[in-house]
């Protein structure tokens, strides 16, 4: 269950991001760059749970017991079976990477070349195509207005200039700038384990943004940061809301889950730190646009 839980976060940084996508529309960075941006932390993110995996199961193999055996050629007729999803990816994320589409077009072709196939494969009806077209309507109305509401939120905080008082207030502090950058992580970690990742960053960022640019830190490496400073507090106790979702459909007690998680947690704080200490493990791909 900890696995699981931790697991889930994985898909919030992974492009293409809702998250990365609102941030990117309160500050006005590019959407490509930020998905660039996420692409190595996801990966690395996966990585460190894989490592954390294979010491658990070292130290106790009756956590992971091995699985049905299969040879390389049902591993290599396994792999060649998610062709069109690696393809669509390549296409959606090289497409924004090379400059060939702006975040809208990349964003109709993978809708596009996700519908292609579903035909190919014989998935596609008209009962499941109307479905499509209604979720569709609705998560974009969502969309929609959350941007709006957040519109009026940062309108609010220009007229009132509450975030530039706040940034030159503890930029003019007498501390390190990591030590305020600590602060925000800690307050993202409270918020992460109280409140719906897409809710912090709308209530945040507006504030946080500013200070952030006065202390002179890259503004995409920051949004990688945000991210995964949110969905570490998905799995933080006391109130992690993955590890709940978890309980409620495994009915595994809350205690169980939690010293699950705890191993994975430790990874993320580990990677938290790789990712401050080394902005280019984020910004490498987004220099390279």
């Known amino acids: 269950t900890g696995a699981i839980a931790a697991g889930g976060c994985i898909g919030i940084l992974i492009p293409p991001s809702v998250i990365l996508l609102i941030y990117g529309i309160l500050t006005e960075q590019s959407i490509g760059k930020l998905f660039a941006a996420g692409i190595i932390p996801g990966v690395l993110e996966a990585a460190f749970y894989i490592v954390t995996i294979w010491i658990l199961t070292k130290r106790n193999p009756a956590l992971g017991p091995p699985g049905p055996q299969a040879t390389a050629k049902e591993k290599f007729s396994s792999f060649l079976k998610t062709w069109d999803v690696i393809a669509l990816f390549l296409m959606v994320i090289g497409g924004l990477y090379m400059g060939i589409f702006t975040p809208t077009e990349a964003a109709g072709m993978g809708a596009f070349g996700a519908f292609c196939f579903a035909i190919l494969r014989g998935r596609m009806d008209f009962s499941k195509f109307k479905h499509s077209l209604t979720s569709t309507i609705l998560t974009t109305g969502m969309l929609f207005t959350i941007v709006l509401g957040a519109m009026i939120l940062g309108y609010f ?17 007498p501390v390190n700038r990591y030590v305020i950058l600590l602060c925000i ?7 992460g384990c109280l409140m719906d990742s897409l809710a912090i960053v709308l209530l945040t960022v507006p504030v946080f943004f500013p200070l952030i640019l006065q202390l002179h830190f890259d503004p995409i490496w920051f949004g990688i940061i945000v991210t995964r400073v949110t969905e570490m507090g998905m799995i933080t106790p006391p109130v992690g809301m993955n590890v709940y979702v978890i309980h ?5 007690p809350m205690p169980t889950i939690f010293r699950g998680v705890l191993p994975f947690l430790a990874a993320d704080v580990c990677e938290l730190v790789l990712l401050i200490a080394i902005p280019e493990i984020s910004l490498f791909l987004p220099n390279m646009m």
């Open 157 to 173: 905080f220009s007229v009132t200039r509450l975030p530039v008082e706040f940034a030159n207030y503890v930029a003019a502090l």
């Open 185 to 191: 992580v800690v307050v993202y970690l409270i918020l």
């Open 248 to 252: 409620g459909i495994t009915k595994v």
